[in-house]
Every structure is written in structure tokens, then in C-alpha cells.
T-cell receptor
Framework: GDSVTQMEGPVTLSEEAFLTINCTYTATGYPSLFWYVQYPGEGLQLLLKATKADDKGSNKGFEATYRKETTSFHLEKGSVQVSDSAVYFCALRGQRGSTLGRLYFGRGTQLTVWP | EAQVTQNPRYLITVTGKKLTVTCSQNMNHEYMSWYRQDPGLGLRQIYYSMNVEVTDKGDVPEGYKVSRKEKRNFPLILESPSPNQTSLYFC????????????FGPGTRLTVT
């Protein structure tokens, strides 16, 4: 079945450091891929998405490219800020029938950025 | 303001005492679902609803019930809660099941003793 494997955390960085959080997926076909962010005490918010192979999603300085060859969707940011401290979830969306609309999440990666 | 609301935000209860967690959205969304979040497991879907009166099981439906009598509301019912249902619960909605963005509520932290 569909699944997402995400780099385990926690990840601790200094402000302005480069961030990479790895995400790979298993699915039949080419599902839409997402990164969600969860700030402390809040629900999840969509950070970025890619709906087809080679698409690059971007938002708030974060980027991720849909790589079908490696079935990956790694999250990157060139210079993190303290305000980026949160839990990041990689997800894919089910593609057919009863799974359409269902999001399959990775385990989440806690990011802490120190000033 | 467009949002998904959940109540209560925090709940401590005892085994076997029926409870309901409410979920409401004001965006006229057709698709709604419930997820539970557990450490090391990410979020897993419990139940979903494609529209009014149309509900179906997700990946982990055991011990839960839902109903969708109105478009805006999608309550989660635990008829006889057990300690293994201690978790963080999220309600989510989207315009349709094929919409890219899902909107999540703030979460309900449930503890069953």
C-alpha cells in the first residue's frame, strides 16, 4: 500500500544553517506529495505541494522537488530561522476509490532552530 | 475567518465512559476526516466523509464512530473509550476529496485512564 518514510529527528540547527529533511514514498503511480508543518499547540498547515513528477513546490523559503526516479520529496531551506522551529510532516494523497482524499503521513521530524 | 474548530481541546476521561469530540467547518467543504496522531507513527486516518450521510472507514476505525448529518459538522464518537485511544486527534476538511489542500483543526488531546 501507499506509505511515506521520513527522516527521523529531532533536528537541531543554528539560525541561518541549511536544512534538509529527507522523505521517500511508496505508491503505485504518481501521487500528489505534500509537506505539512505543525507549530506548537496548533493543527497542521500545508507548507508546499507538488502534483506531478519534476514539479517543485515552494513556500516561505522552503522547497521540495518531486523526483520519480528516486521516489523522493526532500524538504530544503537555505537559511533557517528560529521561527521555523516546528514539526514537519511529509505526506502523499491516495489516488483512487476509498483512498482518494486520504493523506498518508510520515512520522514527522521535529526541527529546533537556536539563535 | 475560514476555519475548522474542534471541541474540547483537552479531555481526560475514564475507560468506558462515552464521549464525543465535535468538529465543525465554515467553508462549505464536502470532504471531512478524522486523524489520530501518535508519537513515532505520524497521523493516521480514522474515518472520512465524502459528503452528508456518506461516511466510511479509514486506516484505524476500530473503537470509533462518526456521523455526518449536516455538511458543516463531523463528530467523532467513542462509545467505550479505552486507554489505547489516548492520542491527539485532528479533524480536517477540504472542498472535495480531490482538492489539494486540507485544512486541519487545532487538535483534541484525549487521555483515557
Amino acid at each position: 500500500g501507499d506509505s511515506v518514510t521520513q527522516m527521523e529527528g529531532p533536528v537541531t540547527l543554528s539560525e541561518e544553517a541549511f536544512l534538509t529533511i529527507n522523505c521517500t514514498y511508496t505508491a503505485t503511480g504518481y501521487p500528489s506529495l505534500f509537506w505539512y508543518v505543525q507549530y506548537p499547540g496548533e493543527g497542521l498547515q500545508l507548507l508546499l505541494k507538488a502534483t506531478k513528477a519534476d514539479d517543485k513546490g515552494s513556500n516561505k523559503g522552503f522547497e521540495a522537488t518531486y523526483r520519480k526516479e528516486t521516489t523522493s520529496f526532500h524538504l530544503e531551506k537555505g537559511s533557517v530561522q528560529v521561527s521555523d522551529s516546528a514539526v514537519y510532516f511529509c505526506a502523499l494523497r491516495g489516488q483512487r476509490g476509498s483512498t482518494l482524499g486520504r493523506l498518508y503521513f510520515g512520522r514527522g521530524t521535529q526541527l529546533t532552530v537556536w539563535p | 475567518e475560514a476555519q475548522v474548530t474542534q471541541n474540547p481541546r483537552y479531555l481526560i476521561t475514564v475507560t468506558g465512559k462515552k464521549l464525543t469530540v465535535t468538529c465543525s467547518q465554515n467553508m462549505n467543504h464536502e470532504y471531512m476526516s478524522w486523524y489520530r496522531q501518535d508519537p513515532g507513527l505520524g497521523l493516521r486516518q480514522i474515518y472520512y466523509s465524502m459528503n452528508v450521510e456518506v461516511t466510511d472507514k479509514g486506516d484505524v476505525p476500530e473503537g470509533y464512530k462518526v456521523s455526518r448529518k449536516e455538511k458543516r459538522n463531523f463528530p467523532l464518537i467513542l462509545e467505550s473509550p479505552s486507554p489505547n485511544q489516548t492520542s491527539l486527534y485532528f479533524c480536517a476538511s477540504s472542498l472535495t476529496s480531490s482538492s489539494y489542500e486540507q485544512y486541519f483543526g487545532p487538535g483534541t488531546r484525549l487521555t483515557v485512564t
